[in-house]
C-alpha cells in the first residue's frame, strides 16, 4: 500500500480570513462551502483544507507547522512579498535548505491558539 497524497485540514479561526492569506502565498480556491465553513486550496498539485467548523475548541493549544517546497524559493519568497506577506530573509537552515518561516498572528485569523504566548502560532517552512 501506498500514500498518493497528503491534504491537511487545518482548524481556523476564520475560513475567509485563512484564504485570503493563502492566496497571498500564491493558493487558489478549488472548492469552498461557506455554509460549512470550509474551503479546498490548491497550489500546483498541492492541497490545503481549511475549516472553522472543526476549531471547536479555540482555546486549547494546537500549532500546526506545514512545509511548502516550491521549485524557485527565491523566486516565490519574492512573490510572497510582493503580494505584502512580511517574511524574514531567506535562511540555509542547518539542514541545508534554503528557507523562510511564516509565523502566523492573532489578526490573520490562521492557526491555532498557543496560550502561552496569548497568539495564534503556525508556522510554514518554505523551503528547496
Known amino acids: 500500500m501506498t500514500i498518493s497524497r497528503l491534504i491537511p485540514m487545518l482548524p481556523v479561526k476564520s475560513m475567509p480570513a485563512s484564504v485570503e492569506f493563502y492566496k497571498k502565498l500564491g493558493f487558489s480556491v478549488e472548492r469552498r462551502n461557506d455554509d460549512w465553513h470550509w474551503a ?14 472543526i476549531n471547536v475548541h479555540p482555546e486549547l493549544p494546537r500549532p500546526n507547522v506545514i512545509y511548502l517546497y516550491p521549485d524557485d524559493i527565491v523566486e516565490y519568497h519574492k512573490q510572497v512579498r510582493e503580494n505584502g506577506v512580511n517574511v524574514p530573509d531567506l535562511e540555509v537552515a542547518f539542514y541545508g535548505l534554503t528557507e523562510f518561516e511564516l509565523t502566523t498572528r492573532t489578526e490573520t485569523g490562521c492557526g491555532s491558539v498557543n496560550p502561552m504566548q496569548q497568539a495564534h502560532r503556525s508556522s510554514w517552512s518554505c523551503c528547496r
Open 40 to 53: 479546498m486550496l490548491c497550489c500546483g498539485d498541492c492541497r490545503l483544507m481549511v475549516d472553522q467548523s
